[in-house]
């Protein structure tokens, strides 16, 4: 077997191909887990970041943290399948139909082999993954996907709205039903922590992640918890009043978490006010607080997530604004405010909270 030596511009042309042009980008870093992924399977959160890193380390200095929140986003948009223990596994192939010949894809399969097996005008690459097809291809796209083992989705399908309860009484009372159906003795969870369990106040001013106090006394009604974990991540759970340390309970997911903040917050009258900014053909919100990872998949569809400094902020074509407000409410139950065109300028009641 002869050995094929290639010069550095060599592998940074080959590189661009699969990567583009900026190898530091979300866009980049993206494309290279998707590839460690698809390749692999199944792999740790860890092992995925690390690999990447090697893919690009020739061509760019990459901040390891950077990488590991573009997985997170991966997992978050449905390009990746998060599980327990840190691991991630490759996911399905779903085309999301957002309009005549505009779609959105998601899974693990690389862009390079989208642009190869389907049928596309146009293929867009990123964390999220847009592409164009002409009026007389669309039935041959919905063919290839399926020889692809995919599926052809509508948004609120694909983001799972019809399997999963809104923010709302129904969710809290499926935790409580959990919690005597489903419980782990007091202490269960203790192994491993690093820090004391805080009990989420939704009554406590401030953004939802300033909400989270440690119980000087123990509460006497249901609460969510969480505490950190010695390798960094968090474990939460929900109780019947007292501390997982100390009660019976029932351990929740981040994402379980995520939507027990919004229903807690709801049933306290203080849900989240959304921050929102018309411009002449987007509207962006800006969201305080990580969103459950159902409306979180439907809103990136739609539109998609602003790579910025500080709270999370997302950007939603004018066209279907009314139709992600209404659904944003009804399942999270937050409020609007309208900022203007400045960041500086006071916010004034816009919508109101359902």
Same mark, same amino acid.
């Given at each position: 077997?002869?050995?094929?030596?290639?010069?550095?511009?060599?592998?940074?042309?080959?590189?661009?191909?699969?990567?583009?042009?900026?190898?530091?980008?979300?866009?980049?870093?993206?494309?290279?887990?998707?590839?460690?992924? /698809?390749?692999?399977?199944?792999?740790?959160? #860890?092992?995925?970041?690390?690999?990447?890193?090697?893919?690009?380390?020739?061509?760019?200095?990459?901040?390891?943290?950077?990488?590991?929140?573009?997985?997170?986003?991966?997992?978050? /948009?449905?390009?990746?399948?998060?599980?327990?223990?840190?691991?991630?596994?490759?996911?399905?192939?779903?085309?999301?139909?957002?309009?005549?010949?505009?779609?959105?894809?998601?899974?693990?399969?690389?862009?390079?082999?989208?642009?190869?097996?389907?049928?596309?005008?146009?293929?867009?690459?990123?964390?999220?993954?847009?592409?164009?097809?002409?009026?007389?291809?669309?039935?041959?796209?919905?063919?290839?996907?399926?020889?692809?083992?995919?599926?052809?989705?509508?948004?609120?399908?694909?983001?799972? !709205?019809?399997?999963?309860?809104?923010?709302?009484?129904?969710?809290?009372?499926?935790? /409580?039903?959990?919690?005597?159906?489903?419980?782990?003795?007091?202490?269960?969870?203790?192994?491993?922590?690093?820090?004391?369990?805080?009990?989420?106040?939704?009554?406590?001013?401030?953004?939802?992640?300033?909400?989270?106090?440690?119980?000087?006394?123990?509460?006497?009604?249901?609460?969510?918890?969480?505490?950190?974990?010695?390798?960094?991540?968090?474990?939460?759970?929900?109780?019947?009043?007292?501390?997982?340390?100390?009660?019976?309970?029932?351990?929740?997911? #981040?994402?379980?978490?995520?939507?027990?903040?919004?229903?807690?917050?709801?049933?306290?009258?203080?849900?989240?006010?959304?921050?929102?900014?018309?411009?002449?053909?987007?509207?962006?919100?800006?969201?305080?607080?990580?969103?459950?990872? +159902?409306?979180?998949?439907?809103?990136?569809? !739609?539109?998609?997530?602003?790579?910025?400094?500080?709270?999370?902020?997302?950007?939603?074509?004018?066209?279907?604004?009314?139709?992600?407000? +209404?659904?944003?409410?009804?399942?999270?139950?937050?409020?609007?405010?309208?900022?203007?065109?400045?960041?500086?300028?006071?916010?004034?009641?816009?919508?109101?909270?359902?």
């Amino acid at each position: 077997m002869a050995v094929v030596s290639s010069d550095n511009q060599q592998l940074r042309d080959r590189a661009a191909a699969l990567f583009g042009l900026d190898f530091r980008s979300p866009a980049a870093l993206a494309e290279a887990l998707r590839c460690e992924l /698809s390749a692999r399977g199944m792999a740790s959160g #860890r092992s995925l970041c690390e690999r990447a890193e090697t893919l690009l380390q020739p061509l760019a200095a990459l901040d390891t943290a950077r990488v590991r929140e573009v997985l997170e986003q991966l997992a978050a /948009s449905g390009d990746a399948t998060s599980g327990p223990g840190g691991m991630f596994a490759a996911a399905p192939l779903r085309v999301v139909r957002l309009g005549a010949g505009r779609y959105a894809l998601h899974g693990t399969l690389p862009t390079a082999r989208l642009r190869l097996s389907l049928p596309l005008k146009d293929l867009e690459g990123g964390v999220t993954r847009y592409a164009t097809v002409a009026a007389d291809q669309e039935t041959a796209l919905a063919d290839a996907i399926s020889r692809l083992g995919g599926l052809v989705l509508s948004p609120r399908r694909w983001a799972g !709205l019809d399997r999963v309860p809104p923010a709302g009484p129904e969710w809290l009372e499926e935790l /409580s039903h959990r919690l005597d159906q489903d419980r782990v003795p007091a202490g269960a969870l203790d192994d491993g922590l690093v820090t004391p369990w805080q009990a989420y106040r939704p009554d406590v001013g401030g953004p939802p992640g300033q909400r989270w106090r440690s119980a000087e006394a123990e509460d006497a009604h249901p609460g969510l918890w969480r505490a950190r974990h010695e390798y960094g991540w968090w474990r939460f759970s929900w109780t019947g009043g007292r501390s997982p340390g100390s009660a019976p309970h029932t351990r929740l997911t #981040r994402d379980e978490a995520r939507r027990t903040q919004f229903a807690l917050d709801r049933q306290a009258g203080s849900s989240l006010a959304v921050v929102v900014r018309k411009g002449q053909n987007d509207v962006e919100l800006e969201v305080d607080a990580f969103l459950p990872r +159902a409306e979180y998949r439907y809103l990136t569809t !739609l539109g998609r997530r602003v790579e910025a400094d500080g709270p999370p902020r997302y950007l939603v074509p004018i066209g279907t604004w009314e139709e992600a407000a +209404a659904t944003l409410q009804e399942r999270l139950g937050v409020g609007c405010s309208e900022g203007g065109h400045s960041r500086e300028k006071d916010a004034r009641d816009f919508g109101g909270s359902v």
